[in-house]
């Protein structure tokens, strides 16, 4: 019986996939728009990232890479490519496939941080405290009662990629909380 992984050439190809430039430049907008749109949801996030207006973070994860600037209103914004970062958070998990493990698992993935250390430490605490309630945005498109069934089905499915992550071969997947692999112990 194989130890690896079923689906390792998804890794293998995510690793050496070339998007083209115009899918890096919206999927990077897309990323902004949605960041913002959760940071809009916490005032207190907002007032702390508005604290260090002007700096620019400096986001790299294998092959990509984005630059983002912090806005006088304590949201974030695309920086010019001769922004200078105050900021660099290097991911330091190439696998696509760790990486999915790490967060599923509940844990923030290793970064190699330099830079401005009270930056670092407003986005640690972002990092900690700020969550998308993804059930209450979807409430406002189909309604309270849908929402709640949608939301609870999609933590089912998120408990079932968990349960299989656990179960693979060769998975080094660490699980937080009640999973089938502890209730077997």
């Given amino acids: 019986m194989s130890n690896t992984f079923p689906f390792s050439f998804l890794e293998s190809i995510a690793t050496r996939f070339q998007p083209p430039v115009w899918v890096v ?7 902004v728009l949605f960041l913002n749109h959760v940071l809009m949801q916490e005032k207190e996030a907002q007032d ?3 604290r260090k207006k002007g700096s620019v973070l400096h986001i790299r994860w294998g092959l990509f890479e984005l630059d983002l600037l912090i806005t006088p209103a304590g949201l974030l914004d695309k920086a010019t490519p001769a922004a200078k970062p105050d900021l660099l958070i290097a991911i330091a998990v190439d696998s696509p496939m760790a990486l999915m493990q790490s967060v599923m698992a509940g844990k923030s993935p290793p970064v190699k941080i330099e830079g401005d250390v009270q930056l670092a430490a407003e986005l640690g605490w972002l990092a900690e405290n700020l969550r998308w309630d993804f059930e209450e945005d979807l409430s406002r498109v189909v309604g309270d009662i849908p929402a709640h069934a949608m939301a609870d089905a999609a933590r089912r499915v998120g408990q079932a990629v968990k349960s299989f992550l656990v179960t693979a071969p060769g998975s080094h997947f660490q699980p937080t909380g009640d999973t089938p692999a502890k209730a077997a112990s």
């Fill in 25 to 31: 430049s919206e999927t990077q907008q897309r990323l």
């Fill in 48 to 50: 702390r990232l508005a």
